[in-house]
């Protein structure tokens, strides 16, 4: 009997050695797992479970709150059509036509009156006169002649010494160069004298 409780005593104590050897091998590897298990002879056993907070939710992206750099200023060009209600007059808009007319009414005024004084005949010298007259008036309302107006005068006088010539002769060609040329004088003259001074 007493073999028997020695059998079985020594078979116990083996068995617990073993376990003693197997249960830190199996604590270790239970431990990788996340679960260990710590087992001794006369002792309570006593269970620990290591566990890890995994966040199932997708990160927020990360914003960058540095201002953005100013973008380059961009011309932009509109069309827009405006309509103007133009109240002047024919002769406000065409200065030119303006000074052909006064011309050819002063010219034919001072024609009639040559032909009339030289017997050539009024309707002659008024014809003559007007035609004349509408070419000093052109000329004296040029741009370009604005900005020689020695030129202008002598133009000026030309025209209206040969007008003159014309309405009082009988046509000869003598006469109108004569009087052409010494309206040519007194317009530089008057040219001269008024613009260097």
Same mark, same amino acid.
């Given at each position: 009997?007493?073999?028997?409780?020695?059998?079985?005593?020594?078979?116990s104590?083996?068995?617990?050695?073993?376990l003693?050897?197997?249960?830190p091998v199996? %604590?270790?590897?239970?431990?990788l797992?996340?679960?260990?298990?710590?087992?001794t002879?006369?002792?309570?056993v006593?269970?620990?479970t290591t566990?890890s907070r995994?966040?199932?939710r997708?990160q927020?992206p990360?914003? #960058?709150?540095?201002p953005?750099? %100013?973008?380059?200023?961009r011309?932009?060009?509109?069309?827009?059509?405006?309509?103007v209600k133009d109240?002047?007059?024919?002769?406000?808009?065409?200065?030119k036509?303006?000074? %052909?007319?006064?011309g050819? !009414?002063?010219?034919?005024?001072?024609?009639?009156l040559?032909g009339?004084?030289?017997?050539?005949?009024v309707l002659?010298?008024g014809?003559i006169?007007a035609g004349?007259?509408?070419?000093? !008036?052109l000329?004296?309302?040029?741009t370009?002649?604005?900005?020689?107006?020695i030129?202008r #005068?002598?133009?000026?006088g030309?025209l209206?010494g040969?007008g003159?010539?014309w309405?009082g002769?009988r046509?000869?060609?003598?006469t109108i160069a004569k009087?052409a040329g010494v309206?040519?004088?007194i317009g530089?003259?008057v040219?001269?004298?008024?613009?260097?001074?």
């Open positions: 009997m007493k073999r028997n409780t020695l059998k079985t005593t020594v078979a104590a083996s068995c617990i050695l073993a003693q050897v197997a249960v199996f %604590a270790q590897t239970t431990m797992m996340g679960s260990a298990s710590h087992n002879a006369g002792s309570t006593t269970k620990t566990t995994v966040s199932l997708p927020q990360r914003y #960058d709150y540095r953005m750099p %100013a973008a380059a200023p011309t932009v060009y509109q069309t827009r059509t405006v309509y109240d002047r007059t024919y002769f406000q808009r065409h200065p036509v303006k000074a %052909a007319t006064i050819a !009414g002063v010219g034919a005024g001072a024609g009639a040559t009339l004084v030289t017997g050539r005949g002659r010298g014809a006169g004349t007259g509408a070419g000093v !008036g000329v004296r309302s040029s370009t002649m604005k900005r020689h107006p030129i #005068d002598v133009a000026t030309t209206v040969g003159l010539g309405a002769s046509g000869g060609g003598r009087t309206g040519a004088a530089l003259g040219g001269l004298f008024k613009h260097l001074q």
